[in-house]
């Protein structure tokens, strides 16, 4: 239902963009969102935009560097990474929730994309 791409390694202060393409049966029907889970740490919220894109809820650690947006005539989602910092190193997943109430949490998504990986070298 969802698949990434655009992880990559990239310096510190450098920039990078993921994808997240949704299939038709679900896009108009869900919010979506991005998680990470760095090597020994618990799977951590990112982003979340709400179905038509007016609502956006940002972690304290990315806001101000890190955009989201979707494109409805393209079934994708898309993170703008700037500024990162080896603390981003991570996988990256995109997620999808019928929860239309600002999901946050892991247990709040439905579908989950497979993982993208982001190595910010310092």
């Known amino acids: 239902q969802l698949v990434e791409s655009g992880g990559g390694l990239v310096q510190a202060g450098g920039s990078l963009r993921l994808s997240c393409a949704a299939s038709g049966r679900i896009y108009s029907s869900v919010s979506m969102g991005w998680f990470r889970q760095a090597p020994g740490k618990e799977r951590e919220f990112v982003v979340y935009?709400?179905?038509?894109?007016?609502?956006?809820y940002y972690a304290d650690s990315v806001k101000g560097r890190f955009t989201i947006s979707r494109d409805s005539t393209k079934m994708t989602v898309t993170l703008q990474m700037n500024s990162l910092k080896p603390e981003d190193s991570a996988v990256y997943y995109c997620?999808?929730?019928?929860?239309?109430?600002?999901?946050?949490?892991?247990?709040?998504?439905?579908?989950w994309g497979q993982g993208t990986q982001v190595t910010v070298s310092s």
């Open positions: 935009i709400s179905r038509n894109g007016g609502s956006i």
């Open positions: 997620a999808a929730s019928y929860y239309s109430g600002g999901a946050t949490s892991s247990d709040e998504y439905d579908y």
